[in-house]
């Protein structure tokens, strides 16, 4: 699972339904494209682009390719389909690379993390993946037997070694708790001859033993607690619904993300160690993972049909080029660094990146690739996190800041999550000087594989809301570079007054300003009026 995609099954062992997922379920649905709606119009806090695409529609345009790197896009789906990059120089299917770009039949982009005969679903986190390296080099060390020149690496080694074992213990305990539970309420069905238990049920049964009794009164806590809002609600629905689906992921934690002894990378066939080649993958942009950059890819540039409640994408008369580098688990720098630099030489003028890590394994890597988009007049959107966490004090990866240096990137933005009402999303990363605003991202209505749709929730929502945005003003106002681009959405972002909840902290109440660079919300509209300023001068 892409961590930057809010899971709607969070649970906690405490009383199965987080906090967070209760007030989800509970919120209002929003209009179906409340994110390209504007507060002056609506009265709410989209990206204002319906708005700003009015004030446009006499106005020329040269469209643009906007690449979305992420775990794959399902091109069929009928809003993406017309609206998907193709790369004219490439012959489909003939097994030859007629553009001679070093990828055979990339006809609609790329997937790094393919090989020869299959794509890699799976992966480790990249805390795995460090702590396995360093383990074959400090396993059997102690401190004082560490060389001054290892001894830097062998505390990092420490730190790793017992965040990753808090991490999987924690998860292992989880799973077994969650599991207890269903196994409780199976006996229990047996104890009272029921196929189901419903509420009445509960408060009928009298058990002897401490152990159901426990799991009686959790049932009962969940029952008082979702009857309101789900009818006929029932043990079976609960467990179907959510349990499962946290089952399902504690179980991928322990077995594949934070498990030292699965590696996938040989589907791939690379030499890893070696972050100059480029030249490896298949042409496989589906995979086996597109829930989420379908989703993404339909908020960016979903067709725009004007049928009242179809869903629409932000931006108009943009191509998808679709890159995949992310598994489930932590996607991986090398592949990262190509993703970017394939996109940038294939004529992507934006590229959507609704992916981020706590751990990076070589910074240096993508910042190179970073580099290279900014000498190429390419803008790089990317999603802040769902950890709400204060990314000025917490690693988050990638990011605009060189590594071992004090220059950053000016052709990047980085999102934070936010409602229909401008309040930040509780889940939300924020920063006052890593984070420049915030965009729609809670409750995003947009495309799912195979022709359906669906509200997700993420930072991972929003960003691409602001890659449409970028690509408007790319697409109206072609002679502005992309550090003027981002300057632009800076300048115009619709600020917010009153305070709001500090994400992960709802009783500690903040203003923008203390959560982001520009103290605001993207708007559109606005960005708009100001590239038309900046272009007559």
């Known amino acids: 699972m892409n961590k930057y995609l809010r899971p709607l099954f969070c649970l906690s062992i405490a009383g199965f339904l987080s906090f967070s997922l209760f007030a989800q379920m509970t919120r209002k649905t929003p209009p179906k494209n409340w994110q390209n709606e504007s507060i002056e119009q609506d009265s709410v806090y989209g990206t204002g682009s319906d708005k700003a695409l009015e004030l446009l529609k006499d106005h020329s345009y040269t469209p643009i390719v906007v690449a979305v790197i992420d775990g794959g896009t399902y091109i069929n789906h009928p809003a993406l389909k017309e609206n998907l990059w193709t790369n004219p120089k490439e012959i489909p299917n003939n097994k030859i690379d007629d553009d001679k770009n070093g990828y055979v039949d990339d006809v609609h982009g790329w997937d790094f993390i393919g090989g020869k005969d299959s794509d890699i679903k799976q992966e480790n986190l990249e805390l795995t993946r460090l702590y396995r390296d360093y383990s074959k080099k400090y396993i059997n060390t102690t401190p004082d037997k560490v060389s001054k020149h290892d001894k830097k690496d062998y505390e990092r080694y420490l730190k790793i ?315 109206y106002f072609p002679k502005l570079s992309a550090k003027q681009v981002r300057e632009i959405l800076m300048k115009s972002v619709t600020p917010v007054s009153f305070k709001v909840p500090e994400p992960g902290h709802a009783d500690k109440m903040v203003t923008y300003s203390d959560l982001c660079i520009s103290g605001g919300i993207v708007n559109t509209y606005k960005a708009v009026q100001l590239a038309l300023k900046e272009t007559v001068k």
Not at 353 to 363: C, I, P, R, T, V
Not at 426 to 446: Q, R, T
């Open 161 to 475: 070694k017992k965040t990753f074992e808090t991490a999987l213990d924690g998860y292992k305990k989880q799973y077994a708790n969650l599991k207890g539970f269903v196994d409780s309420v199976n006996m229990i069905k047996v104890a009272l001859g029921k196929k189901d238990l419903t509420p009445t049920d509960m408060d009928n049964y009298h058990p002897t033993d401490t152990g159901m009794a426990k799991v009686q009164r959790r049932l009962q806590r969940n029952f008082a607690r979702f009857q309101p809002f789900f009818k006929g609600i029932t043990a079976d629905s609960i467990i179907v619904q959510f349990i499962n689906k946290a089952l399902d992921s504690y179980s991928a934690f322990v077995k594949y993300q934070y498990n030292v002894d699965f590696n996938p990378r040989y589907i791939v066939n690379d030499n890893y160690t070696n972050a100059k080649e480029r030249y490896y993958g298949n042409n496989d942009v589906i995979g086996p993972t597109d829930l989420h950059g379908t989703h993404v890819a339909g908020i960016i540039g979903g067709a725009r049909s004007n049928t009242p409640g179809q869903q629409e994408g932000v931006a108009d008369h943009v191509k998808i080029m679709v890159v995949r580098v992310v598994p489930d688990g932590d996607e991986r720098d090398k592949d990262v660094a190509n993703g970017i630099r394939y996109a940038v030489d294939n004529g992507a003028k934006v590229i959507n990146m609704s992916f981020g890590k706590g751990y990076s394994y070589n910074k240096k890597t993508v910042d190179k690739a970073v580099k290279y988009a900014e000498k190429h007049d390419v803008l790089l959107v990317h999603a802040a996190g769902n950890d709400h966490q204060d990314n000025d004090t917490t690693d988050n990866f990638p990011n605009r800041k060189f590594e071992n240096s004090d220059k950053q990137a000016h052709n990047w933005i980085e999102v934070g999550a936010s409602d229909s009402k401008g309040k930040p999303a509780s889940f939300s990363n924020y920063g006052k000087s890593s984070v420049d605003f915030f965009a729609p991202g809670l409750m995003v209505y947009s495309s799912v594989p195979d022709t359906g749709y669906a509200y997700l929730s993420g930072t991972s929502m929003a960003s691409p809301c602001v890659a449409g945005v970028a690509a408007i003003i790319r697409e």
